[in-house]
């Protein structure tokens, strides 16, 4: 089974700045890793997907980068919507797995 | 529009038996794989299985094995998830998801969810 470890488990900051989030895989994922958001009380949402696509409607202050084990989303200026929780998943290999999730909150 | 609707969650006891249903509609459900994924509690995501668009293939995460059997039938465009011999650990929301496309089965879009509780 693939690990997916996501870095740091909470991160603080301010609406405007900069959110840099980590996936780290236990073996190479190749290029197929996603990221999705969850609001407290909501599914969750599709991010970005193959690594750096994004998805439908997903506006372009997010992006996302990485191949092989180590991926990165980031979000170029918060947003006051995009304090939420955020989940990296692999589809390399069964089982699919996801990462334990990062907490974005408002500092 | 696409639209996934879960039903048939609730309250059941250890040991006890819930079938889940998820139906779809504003796509075409039988070219697409589905997949259910859960969320206890407080906690976070776990695949739970997947089923390919003609049900040829499917797969389950190691903790539901032999216990959950998924399904469709896509002359009803719906999904759904027998879930045998519950467990406490069981308890959990569960979503169905699209395959983002037949070859890219990331999930999109997801359910509301349905909270299923096992409990005495």
């Known amino acids: 089974e693939i690990v997916l470890t996501q870095s740091p488990a909470t991160l603080s900051l301010s609406p405007g700045e900069r959110a840099t989030l980590s996936c780290r895989a236990s073996?190479?994922?190749?290029?197929?890793l996603a990221w999705y958001q969850q609001k407290p009380g909501q599914a969750p949402r599709l991010l970005i997907y193959?690594?750096?696509n994004r998805a439908t409607g997903i506006p372009a202050r997010f992006s996302g980068s990485g191949s092989g084990t180590d991926f990165t989303l980031t979000i170029s200026s918060l947003e006051p919507e995009d304090f939420a929780f955020y989940y990296c998943?692999?589809?390399?290999?069964?089982?699919?797995?996801f990462g334990q999730g990062t907490k974005l909150e408002i500092k | 529009e696409v639209q996934l609707v879960e039903s048939g969650g609730g309250l059941v006891k250890p040991g006890g038996s819930l079938r889940l249903s998820c139906a779809g509609s504003?796509?075409?459900?039988?070219?697409?794989?589905m997949n259910w994924v859960r969320q206890a509690p407080g906690k976070g995501l776990e695949w739970v299985s997947s089923?390919?668009?003609?049900?040829?293939?499917?797969y389950y995460a190691d903790s539901v094995k032999g216990r959950l059997t998924v399904s469709r039938d896509n002359a009803k465009n719906s999904l759904y998830l027998q879930m045998n011999s519950l467990r406490a650990e069981d308890t959990a929301v569960y979503y169905c998801?699209?395959?983002?496309?037949?070859?890219?089965?990331?999930?999109?879009?997801w359910g509301q969810g349905t909270l299923v509780t096992v409990s005495s």
């Open positions: 998801a699209k395959s983002l496309e037949p070859d890219r089965d990331w999930f999109d879009p």
């Open positions: 504003g796509f075409t459900f039988n070219g697409h794989s």
């Open positions: 089923i390919s668009s003609s049900s040829r293939y499917i």
């Open positions: 073996q190479s994922v190749r290029s197929y």
């Open positions: 193959d690594a750096f």
């Open positions: 998943q692999q589809r390399s290999n069964w089982p699919r797995t």
